[in-house]
């Protein structure tokens, strides 16, 4: 009896289809990612044992290098909302004189970071937001005779009215004492006297009370 031979079938897999997926699924993410803007100062924070997570929605930000520089952010709940910011800048203008124009106010509002004395606030805000983060900018003054950031904070809790503000403070872990002053007299002048410190997590130390509370909870 003849033997019936079995045609044999390529074990090749076209792999054409694979690879267009795969250059779809890299364009979509490319294309959908939106990434984290880089920060307008570098700022090392100190080492804290806390791992709590601050919550920066409806928030006033303050910063401040190791050079000094104070920086004032404000933060809201829907990055989409630009009401909220563009009100904040309008209180300000008014209250300082500046005369800012429309333009120069929706310039705030995308990027609300800002580092510069009310005399160079105009000129910052003619520079286009994406662009404004390559500027320098010399900080806000806090000295004693001249405490701008005081006028920030009173226009941000006038802007937040009716909402619970978070006041979070990112210093740098080799900033000297007059800028940490200065912010606090700051809110002082405000009769703000609860706010957050953003640190640097980092392992509870051995021996300490807290390492062995945590380690009975394992």
Known sequence: MPSIKIPRKSSDTDMTPFVDVAFLILSFFM??????????VTITTPHSVSSDKLKEQDALLIEFDSAGRVFFTMNVKKSADEKLK??????VSQ?????LTDAEI?????NTTVGAPFSGLKQLLDVDPIQRQNVKQPGIPVDS????????????????????????????????????KGVMDALRANDQY?????????????????????????
């Open 31 to 40: 294309l959908a990612t939106k990434f984290k803007p880089p920060e307008a």
């Open 86 to 91: 563009q009100d904040l800048i309008r209180n």
């Open 95 to 99: 209250a300082k004189n500046l005369s």
């Open 106 to 110: 929706r310039n705030f509002a995308k």
């Open 145 to 180: 005779t001249n405490n701008e950031l005081t006028v920030w904070i009173t226009n941000g809790i006038k802007t937040f009215e009716g909402h619970q503000i978070n006041y979070m403070i990112k210093g740098d872990n080799n900033a000297k004492y007059p800028s940490f």
């Open 194 to 218: 609860k706010y957050q410190l953003i640190t640097d997590p980092k392992s509870v130390p051995p021996g300490t009370d807290l390492y062995v509370e945590r380690n009975k909870r394992k």
